[in-house]
């Protein structure tokens, strides 16, 4: 995270990241048996000397990896560093929970919900892997009558692949729109040489701009570089492809839901 707001050139925001930097505080019943057998179970794989690692080994690698002045560490308990510090943390755009049990995602909502910004998203690491932390997320919810829906995204984690996350974004509810805009403009740039020009027929409802991925977009209709309309009729549309054509576009781009096109 620190580092895409180092690539985007992002000056005033941090990484904020709270942790005893102890390892994690023992599971509760209501953690379910995989957290209990977790924590029994010592000589395990994923047991890593119960998540420990230090304050001072997480600074020496931000700093070796110049991220220092992108990060906040806050150390301690949650129950105490989040009340303490949630005034100096300002709007959250992405929350991040990854503390396993019960207790700690419910400290975490309950004291940094109310900072994420509507559009901003909630991620919560330990849903599917423990009963816990799938109770405090519905609690919660419940609790505030919450209409958020959950998503589950698979991913892989450490080279793992099928590790299983949820999330829900606060407030607007299109960026799967967005992302299917975005894996749209990923094909036309693997699809239209770089430098060419191309027609995009999209009634203007991708709300992309005058370049994609390098790619120079020209709206169909197009007058002074911006969109101008749907065509009147198939004779419009057919001049209108045969000057931009003239005028440099190799391509052209058919999108969903332009339905002009089914129509002539
Ligand atoms: C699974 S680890 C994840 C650590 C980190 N997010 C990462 O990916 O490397 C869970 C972390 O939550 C921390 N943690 C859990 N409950 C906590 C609490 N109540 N207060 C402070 N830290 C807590 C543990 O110390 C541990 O480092």
């Known amino acids: 995270m620190a580092d895409l707001l180092r690539r985007a050139g992002e ?6 990241m709270f942790d005893s930097f102890e390892g994690i505080p023992p599971p509760a019943q209501i953690d379910g048996p995989d957290a209990l057998d977790w924590a029994t179970n010592r000589n395990g794989p994923l047991y890593f000397d119960n998540l420990c690692v230090s304050l001072e080994e997480v600074q020496r690698t931000a700093v070796e990896l110049g991220l220092i002045s992108y990060v906040e560490l806050v150390n301690g308990p949650f129950e105490r ?3 303490e510090n949630r005034h100096r943390i300002g709007p ?5 929970i990854d503390c396993d049990w019960y207790s700690s995602v419910r400290c975490c909502l309950d004291n940094l919900y109310d900072l994420v910004v509507d559009g901003g998203f909630v ?5 599917y892997a423990y009963d816990g932390c799938a109770i405090a997320v519905h609690e919660f919810l419940g609790k505030r009558r919450l209409p958020h829906r959950l998503e589950s995204v698979l991913g892989d984690e450490n080279g793992i692949e099928g590790h299983q996350i949820a999330l829900f974004r606060k407030g607007r509810t ?8 975005c894996r749209a403009h990923q094909e036309i ?3 239209v040489p770089l430098g060419s020009a191309f027609i995009l027929a999209d009634e203007d409802k991708w709300e992309t701009g005058e370049f994609v991925l390098g790619h120079r977009r ?3 209709l197009e007058k002074d570089g911006h969109y101008w309309g749907k065509p009147l009729d198939s004779e419009t549309a057919i001049r209108e492809v045969e000057r931009l ?3 440099g576009a190799a391509f052209i781009v058919f999108a969903w839901p332009s339905f002009w096109w089914l129509d002539y």
């Open 11 to 16: 000056r005033d925001r941090r990484v904020w």
């Open 81 to 83: 560093t989040l009340s």
């Open 92 to 96: 959250v755009a992405v929350l991040r």
């Open 123 to 127: 991620i919560f690491d330990d849903y």
């Open 174 to 181: 299109e960026w799967k729109w967005m992302s299917q805009v």
């Open 189 to 191: 740039a693997a699809l």
């Open 218 to 220: 020209i709206p169909f």
């Open 245 to 247: 054509r003239q005028a």
